[in-house]
């Protein structure tokens, strides 16, 4: 639809100054991997990124200005700070609907958010301890726990299994 509007205003007025951004996306070999790329372009950066990509799966008009931008952030920003204020009514009109989920209020996802780091920063530590035991991903070879015997009427059919076992080998 802006792709026709473009076209149409550019055949109407040959001096238009129309600055179009286009949204690519394609193939890109990086590093000897493919990896697929989406790109918000100004127009007289399109071919030299078609250029970059192996296969271009899609060239689309994302935007129509009389100026050129500088930068394309505001274009896409302006989506981000819209849906980043309606994240409490995201999902008001979904299908799906959980009545007993309820949204926390700031102050306990805040509160929230501090345990976590709080339980975190202690299992890191736990981890750094274990680590240092290791040497490239390595460690000592594990030492065989004892296991203990189960008690009550477990340990008499966990004795009777074990029995078993010694007189097989």
């Known amino acids: ?41 100004r127009e007289d950066k399109l071919e030299a990124v078609k250029s970059k990509l192996a296969v271009t799966a899609s060239i689309h008009v994302y935007s129509i200005q009389k100026a050129m ?17 309606n994240l409490q009514n995201c999902s008001k009109f979904s299908a799906i609907q959980c009545a007993a989920a ?7 996802s805040s509160s929230s958010s501090k345990k976590f780091e709080q339980s975190h920063l202690h299992m890191s530590s736990e981890t750094q301890a274990n680590n240092e035991l290791t040497t490239n991903g390595h460690g000592p070879p594990a030492s ?26």
């Open 69 to 85: 931008l500088k930068d394309s952030g505001p274009l896409f920003n302006t989506d981000y700070d819209i849906l980043k204020s």
């Open 144 to 169: 065989k726990q004892v296991s203990q015997q189960p008690k009550g009427i477990m340990g008499m059919f966990a004795s009777k299994a074990a029995a078993k076992t010694q007189e097989t080998n």
């Open 1 to 41: 639809m802006l792709y026709d509007y473009v076209e149409r205003k550019r055949k109407e007025n040959s001096g238009a100054q129309l600055h179009v951004t286009y949204l690519v996306s394609g193939s890109l070999i990086q590093n000897g991997h493919s990896c697929h790329k989406v790109a918000v372009v």
């Open 102 to 108: 309820v949204p926390r209020s700031p102050a306990e």
